[in-house]
């Protein structure tokens, strides 16, 4: 049995020795080593052999296979070196052509104005707060002095997930939220970028789904002319320094006096034109001096403090500063629209 174990260990040694494909190699491999194969064959001879015999036999027989396995391995390696090498050989690659444009995307035009209002707001000593855009009736409505049989509340222009809760109507209750938050305490300073949504049917100045910003300043001795300082800093920013702009009344449940403010024509800087209806002013948020109620159920005594709220519409922003005629353009991804604000 020793010397038909050495003659089959060199007949394997040499026909490895010739292998030049990996399924040659593999059928090689169940040849001599397979449940099959001829050292299984030999194995089961060992039956027959003598107590003395069974351990030289048996280790001769574990030198032949990892010999053979050795051997294998080595030739496996060899194969697939040479199968990596001539697939480099075919895919050579010129470094000398010119490389291919990447596409670059560039910052939403939204997300511009409200990183510029924010920019603008933050140096005046603003915050930026946050709250749930999915929001309870109490803070989306209650806690802005809005009670349930008041018309804003209607199902058919809010979008009610249950009767207590819905999709924000406006960022107003990140406002009461913060109150709440700062338990009486003054100042507050703050404004409240986000998304809001609303029943309506989309059209050139709908949309059911936009963006808003509303600011909030609590604090003693604040006034309406606080108020018209602040928005008349802001209008400068970001629509120029010889802007100007004009408050009148208006009537919101959560401010009073309420305002609504104007700001004098973009397009024809106040002499008139198509897009202001000849008046030289265009409409762009309402504002006005928190209500004394909206303090108190915010845990403010509204004989000790005062404030003033705004709020505007992002798209609206966008529109007068960029001269977009139509807001769906900026809900409908068109690249032809977005490339036109890449500062890059």
Not at 42 to 56: C, N, V
Not at 80 to 90: F, H, P, T, Y
Not at 223 to 237: E, I, N
Request: charged share 30%; proline share 4%.
């Amino acid at each position: 049995m020793q010397t038909r174990l050495q003659q089959m260990k060199e007949h394997a040694l040499d026909k490895l020795k010739h292998v030049a494909e990996a399924q040659e190699l593999q059928e090689l491999r169940v040849k001599f080593l397979g449940k099959k194969g001829e050292l299984t064959e030999i194995l089961r001879g060992m039956g027959a052999l003598s107590a003395e015999e069974r351990p030289k036999i048996g280790q001769l027989v574990n030198e032949v296979r990892e010999a053979i396995e050795e051997t294998i391995a080595s030739k496996q390696n060899e194969i697939e070196k040479r199968i990596l090498e001539a697939k480099l050989a075919k895919q050579t690659i010129d470094v000398t052509l010119p490389g291919l444009p990447v596409a670059t995307g560039t910052m939403h035009p939204l997300t511009r104005i409200i990183e510029e209002l924010e920019d603008i707001f933050i140096g005046l000593g603003f915050e930026v707060a946050e709250g749930p855009e999915v929001e309870l009736d109490h803070y989306n409505f209650e806690m802005l002095n809005l009670p349930k049989d008041h018309p804003a509340r209607d199902m058919q222009d809010s979008f009610y997930i249950t009767e207590e809760i819905l999709l924000r109507t406006q960022t107003s209750p990140v406002q009461a939220r913060t109150m709440l938050k700062k338990e009486g305490k003054t100042p507050v300073k703050i404004i409240c970028p986000g998304k809001v949504y609303r029943r309506d049917d989309d059209d050139a100045t709908h949309s059911h789904q936009f963006t808003q910003m509303e600011g909030l300043v609590v604090g003693k001795n604040i006034s309406m002319s606080d108020l018209k300082g602040t928005l008349l800093t802001f209008a400068r920013q970001m629509f120029g320094e010889d802007q100007q702009i004009r408050l009148r009344p208006s009537f919101f449940p959560f401010t009073e006096p309420s305002v609504e403010v104007d700001l004098q024509c973009v397009i024809c800087h106040g002499e008139g034109c198509r897009v202001c209806k000849q008046t030289g002013w265009i409409e762009i948020l309402g504002a006005g001096m928190v209500h004394p109620r909206v303090l108190e159920m915010a845990g403010y005594n509204p004989q000790e403090v005062s404030g003033f709220a705004f709020g505007m519409g992002i798209e609206r922003i966008a529109m007068l500063k960029y001269g977009v005629e139509d807001i769906r353009h900026f809900y409908t991804n068109d690249v032809r629209f977005l490339r036109q604000f890449n500062r890059s």
